[in-house]
Structures are given as C-alpha cells and as structure tokens.
C-alpha cells in the first residue's frame, strides 16, 4: 500500500547531535484508535478487549495479565484476517512524516508494544515503504503461537516494555541522554526512565502529569515541530 506524504513540516532539522535513538509505544501513540481493540472484533470480542484495557488503564484492574487476556480473545482468528483488517488510515496523521523526519537524522527507532508482532511487522514495512528518507525500524511486540495453518491458538508470550528496551539498548550502547520516548499511556512510564526526553502524545487519564520532565503535545505534527526546536 503507497502512501503519498502531502504535507511535510519545513525548516532546518535541529535535533541535537546527542539524539541517537528514538523509542516509541504504538497503539494509541502512533495509531488512532487502539489496535488490538480494533482485531479482537474478528472474534466479535471487541467490546470484552475494550472493558480489559480501560481497567488496566484507570487501574482498576484485580485479576492481572491484562495484555495476555486480551490477546488470547483472538483465539481461532485466522492471522491473514488480522492484516486484511489493517490499513493505512489506522495511523495518527503525520506518522510518515514523523519517521521522514527521523530519517533524514539518521536516528535508530524502535517501536516497543504489547500488541502482536503481526500487527507491528505490517505497519514497519508499510512505514518504511512510505517515508523519502531510509529508515530502519526495529519492533519488540508480543509473541503468538499460531497452528501450521495460521490460526492463533490463544497462547502468547508478552515482554515487559523496559526490560525489552534495556536489552536493545545494552546490546546498541546507547545512554540515557541518546535517548527520546513517545507514549501515550500508563504502560509507557517504565519505559520513559531509560531516556531524558520524553513525550507523551496525546495522554489518557492525565498520565503526562505523573512523569517528571516529560512534555506533552497533541498531535504528532505539534511534535515534528519541537524536534526541530531542540
């Protein structure tokens, strides 16, 4: 699938020569809508997922494993209806522009996310098809157990977001001052530690004002623009 970038942010790019890597959260910080929310409505457990999450992100949740609990409603989904499902129009606007402008400094991306690696790997290749500039993008997601015939069985193994990160990083030699993280939610905040420049875009439930130091903006096109200001 071509996208056509219609509307790319002007001006110097001023990222400081420090910036070395950029880690984001996908779903609800890159995308629209929550994504796994928006599959589990193969399996007609749209509404369950959505219950699953909104407790995990008030904190009301008692019973734990959110992420696992939602991933195995897509239990029996066949995972080429998964990517005939996902288009596009799913992420925020100014996504491609964002990695174009990444790019162009030559900054190593990671998208770090709960959701499945099916989901992740389809909109890294559409990502880095769509951008002017040649970006690499690394993704750590959950994994699935699916049968010979591509049918997910229920079975998952997800990674705890920093701990995931703090490999990558160990094993690429970045420093905390290297470092920018994008998030949208309560499932962000370990991983903001690991750099000094965070973002939250966007924020559910005020989150922003329980990171020390992080900024806040609302679109990712208010992003780009900071960036370039640095």
């Known amino acids: ?5 219609l509307k790319i942010l002007t001006g110097p790019a001023n990222l400081p020569k420090t910036i070395k890597f950029v880690i984001t959260d996908f779903d609800g910080t890159l ?3 929550d994504i796994l929310d928006y599959i589990c409505s193969l399996n007609n457990k749209l509404v369950e997922s959505q219950i699953i999450n909104k407790e995990f992100i008030t904190g009301n949740d008692t019973k734990g494993n959110t992420l696992s609990r939602r991933i195995n409603l897509l239990e029996g989904v ?3 209806e998964i990517i005939n499902k996902l288009n596009s129009d799913l992420l925020q606007d100014g996504v491609i522009e964002l990695f174009d402008f990444l790019g162009s400094m030559n900054i190593d991306i990671l998208i770090c996310s709960g959701n499945i690696m099916p ?3 389809y909109y890294k290749d559409l990502i880095e098809k769509n951008v002017r500039n040649k970006v690499d993008i690394g993704v750590l997601g959950s994994e699935i157990e699916v049968s010979k015939d591509n049918i997910i069985t229920g079975k998952s ?3 705890n977001k920093k701990e995931a990160c703090q490999k ?3 094993e690429k030699q970045y420093t905390e001052d290297e470092i920018i993280v ?3 939610s309560i499932s962000d905040i370990q991983m903001m530690e690991l750099g000094k420049n965070n973002f939250f875009i966007s924020p559910k439930n005020e989150i922003d004002k329980k990171v020390l130091g992080s900024k806040t903006v609302n ?3 208010e992003l780009i623009k900071i960036l370039k200001t640095l």
Request: no cysteine; proline share 0%.
């Open 182 to 184: 994008f998030g949208d």
């Open 219 to 221: 679109s990712i096109f």
């Open 168 to 170: 990558y990083i160990k």
């Open 157 to 159: 193994v997800t990674r």
């Open 1 to 5: 699938m071509e996208i056509s970038i």
């Open 78 to 80: 066949h995972i080429g």
């Open 119 to 121: 989901v992740l790997l």
């Open 31 to 33: 995308t629209k809508e």
